[in-house]
């Protein structure tokens, strides 16, 4: 079965300028993670999605970030404006559940780089 | 709170030689541990989970773990190493609800395996 699509791999932009990241997750996999990693760390949790519900948002900077799963398949995770601290890696994972022994499969990831 | 720690920022193996990436992790309630792998320009990929049972776990490419609980450890061992597994290696815990629900992952351990 096909994978955790991400696009674009990779992404320049100019602060303030807003940019968007998208994933396509397993089909069939209701549950969808967005997750930020910075060079040389391990990944940390943005967003959650159950099905269309965003669940845990707790970690995600809301002042400038966004994200969304209209149809509870597709995501599209959003930074408007962009700061120089937000170049990092946005990483998507899926999940057939929430529950917690269900392994969490990861796209390739989309490095962003903010001049 | 949960956490998980990888002390050993790189290791270094001769190909052939015995492999260990060691973790240890903090959790409320029963543990689920997992161990991911990241090549360059790669997003994770699963090696290997533990969720109960016995106390070693076979993953992908000859990988398996040793779980540990009087010493909250989860150590990654790999018999004989191969150049080709010359990556970026995360430990990762998942607690209990109340805990959040959330994957924490460590700081990562780089591996490099020197023919």
Same mark, same amino acid.
């Not at chain 1, 601290?85 to 780089?113: I, K, N």
């Given at each position: ?18 940019? /968007? ?35 845990? #948002?707790?970690?995600? &900077?809301? #002042?400038?970030?966004?994200?969304? $799963? ?10 408007? &404006? /962009?700061?120089?601290? #937000? ?5 998507? /994972?899926?999940? $057939? ?19 | ?7 050993? @920022?790189?290791?270094?193996? *001769? ?9 240890? +992790? ?12 990241? +090549? ?9 989970? +533990? ?9 992908? +490419? ?22 080709? @597994?010359? *990556? ?28």
């Amino acid at each position: 079965e096909a994978g955790v699509v991400q696009s674009p791999r990779y992404k320049i932009i100019e602060k303030k300028q807003p940019v /968007a990241f998208w994933c396509n997750p397993i089909s069939g996999h209701n549950t969808l993670y967005w997750y930020l990693q910075n060079l040389g760390q391990g990944p940390e949790l943005l967003i959650r999605y159950e099905n269309e519900e965003a669940v845990d #948002d707790s970690q995600l &900077p809301k #002042d400038r970030f966004s994200a969304e $799963r209209l149809k509870g398949v597709d995501s599209t995770l959003k930074i408007q &404006p /962009a700061e120089l601290g #937000d170049s990092a890696v946005y990483l998507c /994972a899926s999940t $057939r559940t929430g529950e917690f022994g269900e392994t969490q499969y990861f796209g390739p990831g989309t490095r962003l780089l903010v001049l | 709170a949960q956490s998980v720690a990888q002390p050993e @920022d790189q290791v270094n193996v *001769a190909e052939g030689n015995p492999l260990t990436v060691k973790c240890t +992790y903090s959790v409320s309630g029963n543990p689920y541990l997992f161990w991911y792998v990241q +090549y360059p320009n790669r997003g994770l990929q699963f090696l290997l989970k +533990y969720i109960t049972g016995d106390n070693l776990v076979k993953g992908s +490419y000859g990988f398996e773990a040793e779980f540990n609980k009087s010493q909250t450890s989860f150590h990654l061992k790999k018999p004989s190493a191969l150049v080709s @597994d010359s *990556a970026l290696y995360f430990c990762a815990v998942r607690g209990t609800k109340a805990a959040g629900n959330k994957l924490t992952f460590g700081g990562g351990t780089r591996v490099l395996v020197k023919p």
